[in-house]
């Protein structure tokens, strides 16, 4: 199994986490991401070109069905759903699609007896659009189940981060109502003694500079069940 990392704090949680359940962690050398930013932002051939190289890049992998665990949930529904869309043809494409995982759903998958120390907290979750709309996993939710966690996951929807979208001054009105709708509001009324967690890079930006918490991603929760 190998990670790509979207932050090195969170990649050494998640490191952790593979090694205790069993697997040995390779990460790939070199610049290699989903290429969502520039497929985001209609340059689709720049995306293909990106895609292909970051298939090339990790073929050994994908020839030998290793399972491929990306802490970005958008990034995972990139190489689930719109690689196909944008190399429809390509047999490793296709393998990828099926062999990319998120930390919580390789867990469940490969390792469901796994005994984890119960960390009991409590806890306010946050799944990113892309777990709630394209991946539809419970991954998570079961995870933490067995930590012994009290997960609550309202119906936030989106953060109103979006990747960039929060960032453009023209759309950041917009932004902060889809957060200020649900989300925002229940982390600040959440004691400090409550976990927040969100997986999603874009949706832990926009809760840290709107309500001044840190919120976790599931790898840092396990690792911290692990630490105890």
Known sequence: TFTNYFQPRIARAALAVLQHAGWRVRIPRGHVCCGRPLYEFGMLDRARDYLAHAIGTIGEHIRNGTPIVCLEP?????????????????????????????????????????????????????????????????????????????????????????????????????????????????????????????????????IEQTTGRRAMHTAQVLEAALRQ
């Open 74 to 206: 958008a990034c995972v529904s990139t190489f689930r759903e719109d690689l196909l869309k944008l190399l429809p043809f390509d047999a490793h494409a296709k393998r990828l699609s099926r062999q990319v995982l998120l930390l919580d759903e390789l867990l469940e998958r490969e390792a469901p007896d796994l005994e984890w120390p119960r960390l009991r907290r409590d806890a306010l979750v946050h799944q990113h659009c892309h777990q709630k709309t394209v991946l539809k996993s419970d991954a998570q939710s079961t995870l933490l189940e067995r930590l012994g966690v009290d997960a609550r996951i309202p119906d936030t929807g989106c953060c109103g981060m979006a990747g960039s979208f929060g960032f453009e001054a023209h759309k950041y009105d917009v932004s902060i109502a889809c957060g200020e709708r649900v989300l925002l509001p229940a982390v600040r009324r959440a004691p400090r003694e409550r976990l927040i967690v969100a997986d999603g890079f874009s949706c832990r930006e926009q």
